[in-house]
Every structure is written in structure tokens, then in C-alpha cells.
T-cell receptor
Framework: NAGVTQTPKFQVLKTGQSMTLQCAQD?????MSWYRQDPGMGLRLIHY???????DQGEVPNGYNVSRSTTEDFPLRLLSAAPSQTSVYFC???????????????FGPGTRLTVL | SQKIEQNSEALNIQEGKTATLTCNYT??????LQWYRQDPGRGPVFLLL?????KEKRKERLKVTFDTTLKQSLFHITASQPADSATYLC???????????FGQGTELSVKP
């Protein structure tokens, strides 16, 4: 199993550009989520999904879109990048039977995004 | 709103000693509390989960306690090794199926 994979590892954008951060898992996990990690702030939940076709907002959803067309993939879209979105982004999945988001989270390696 | 506080200052200890990290929370007690380890440039890795009705959980050299009176969890690493050097995150969920809320993490450095 590859676990949770994320691409790209690093990305530099200019203000106003859009892009998609990719996330995939091969563990057949129901629950997937996106976090951002900033110095001194901890991990903050952006969006999450309890299964294919179902997504919901987390703590800091503004400026981001998600979709979940398959169990495996959960891409995060930045619509119009802003310097405030400079951060490290982590995708995570968990077995999440019945959408239990307290299950053990398996994290990807992260994408380091810089917006100029 | 719920707040989680972990020591923002790095913890430096000597190899072989016990490292103790603290996670404090405000307001009502979480249903679950998890501890994760994060190495530089990597994603967090799950270590232990403790429920609100459990006082203590152990796994090899790791021990987690949960005191709902003090609103605090302690994470202990006994016989610490330089390989234990990392940032340790606590995460709380306030109900069954609830969202995880992460603390900012405490950096541990174990010197040989």
C-alpha cells in the first residue's frame, strides 16, 4: 500500500492563479480531509468528506473547493490564490466507519505552497 | 470555543530520561484524545488514542494519561532516545464522530 499520496510536494503560485492539490489513498478509507499547517497554529481543517459524493466545510474553508467523485481521490482546489494561503497542506484519511472522524488519521507527506 | 494548548517552547532532555509533554484544553472534556508524532517535512503519524473514560493508555515506551478534572493530558516517553526527537501533536474530538481539533505541537529534542 502506498497509503496517502499528495502531489505536488512543492508549488509556487502568483496571486490570483488557481491550482489543484492532488490527494489519493489506496486503503479504501471512507473519510478524507484536508488540513493546513501554519507556524504556531496547529493543523486546521479546511474541508472533509465522509464518502464519495459527500463533502463539507471545516474550520477554514474560504478560498478552497473540494469534490469527491471516487473513494480514492480528494483534490483541493485553490480558486484564486492569495498570499494568506501560503502554508503546508496535508491530506488525511481514516477508515471512518459511519463517518467517525475521530478514527486514526493517516496523513500524506504534505504540499508546501508559496503564494507570491 | 474550545482551545487546546501545548507547550510552545521546545523540550530538551538527556537520552535515557523520561520526556513529559502536556496538552491542556478549555471548557468541556473531549470524547477522544489522540497523540501524533511529526518529523520535519513529513505528515503527522498516529501514536495513541485515549477515551474520556480511560485514565491511562500505554504502548511500549509511550504512556498517555487523561485527567478530566485538570482538563489535561500528559504524554510520556520513557528511556528517551535521540530518535524520539520530533514534534508531538495532541488532537481532541468532542463527540462521537466529531471533528479533530489539533494543538500547535511541542518540539522534543533528545540529546545523546
Amino acid at each position: 500500500n502506498a497509503g496517502v499520496t499528495q502531489t505536488p510536494k512543492f508549488q509556487v503560485l502568483k496571486t490570483g492563479q488557481s491550482m489543484t492539490l492532488q490527494c489519493a489513498q489506496d486503503m479504501n478509507h471512507e473519510y478524507m480531509s484536508w488540513y493546513r499547517q501554519d507556524p504556531g497554529m496547529g493543523l486546521r481543517l479546511i474541508h472533509y468528506s465522509v464518502g464519495a459524493g459527500i463533502t463539507d466545510q471545516g474550520e477554514v474553508p474560504n478560498g478552497y473547493n473540494v469534490s469527491r467523485s471516487t473513494t480514492e481521490d480528494f483534490p483541493l482546489r485553490l480558486l484564486s490564490a492569495a498570499p494568506s494561503q501560503t502554508s503546508v497542506y496535508f491530506c488525511a484519511s481514516s477508515p471512518g466507519a459511519s463517518g467517525h472522524r475521530t478514527d486514526t488519521q493517516y496523513f500524506g507527506p504534505g504540499t508546501r505552497l508559496t503564494v507570491l | 470555543s474550545q482551545k487546546i494548548e501545548q507547550n510552545s517552547e521546545a523540550l530538551n532532555i538527556q537520552e535515557g530520561k523520561t520526556a513529559t509533554l502536556t496538552c491542556n484544553y478549555t471548557n468541556y472534556s473531549p470524547a477522544y484524545l489522540q497523540w501524533y508524532r511529526q518529523d520535519p517535512g513529513r505528515g503527522p503519524v498516529f501514536l495513541l488514542l485515549i477515551r474520556e473514560n480511560e485514565k491511562e493508555k500505554r504502548k511500549e515506551r509511550l504512556k498517555v494519561t487523561f485527567d478530566t478534572t485538570l482538563k489535561q493530558s500528559l504524554f510520556h516517553i520513557t528511556a528517551s532516545q535521540p530518535a524520539d526527537s520530533a514534534t508531538y501533536l495532541c488532537a481532541l474530538a468532542y463527540n462521537q464522530g466529531g471533528k479533530l481539533i489539533f494543538g500547535q505541537g511541542t518540539e522534543l529534542s533528545v540529546k545523546p
